[in-house]
């Protein structure tokens, strides 16, 4: 069972970076899709990128071109470099093993803490 700690949230303002990251124990992070959600005040969680063992990346249309995955997998840790950052990226931001279903990227592992990532305008 792999278990999730982001980290490296803040407060931004617009037009800013952030970079997160995602320590991740288990065997299974060198082998497995991996990805990150955000849930926004009231709204539902929602899928932003996955990025594959192999290093294929997948983005959310909301955040392409402006965030990017990556994978250290001896380091068992993911990223998530976020750039231009608007005040609706404002979320708590998750990350998680994906598998595909149904073209759709599901999460397999209990979710951790996240990280609040709050971007002022």
């Known amino acids: 069972q792999v278990q999730l700690v982001e980290s490296g949230g803040g407060l931004v303002q617009a037009g800013g970076s952030l970079r997160l990251s995602c320590a991740a124990s288990g065997s299974i992070f060198s082998i497995n899709a991996m990805g990150w959600y955000r849930q926004a005040p009231g709204k539902q969680r929602e899928w932003v990128a996955t990025?594959?063992?192999?290093?294929?990346?997948y983005y959310a249309d909301s955040v392409k071109g402006r965030f990017t995955i990556s994978r250290v997998n001896a380091k068992k840790t993911m990223y998530l470099q976020m750039n231009s950052l608007k005040p609706e990226d404002t979320a708590v931001y998750y990350c998680?093993?994906?598998?595909?279903?149904?073209?759709?990227?599901?999460?397999?592992?209990?979710w951790g803490q996240g990280t609040q990532v709050t971007v002022s305008s």
């Open positions: 998680n093993a994906v598998n595909l279903v149904l073209s759709s990227w599901a999460p397999r592992a209990p």
């Open positions: 990025i594959t063992s192999g290093g294929s990346t």
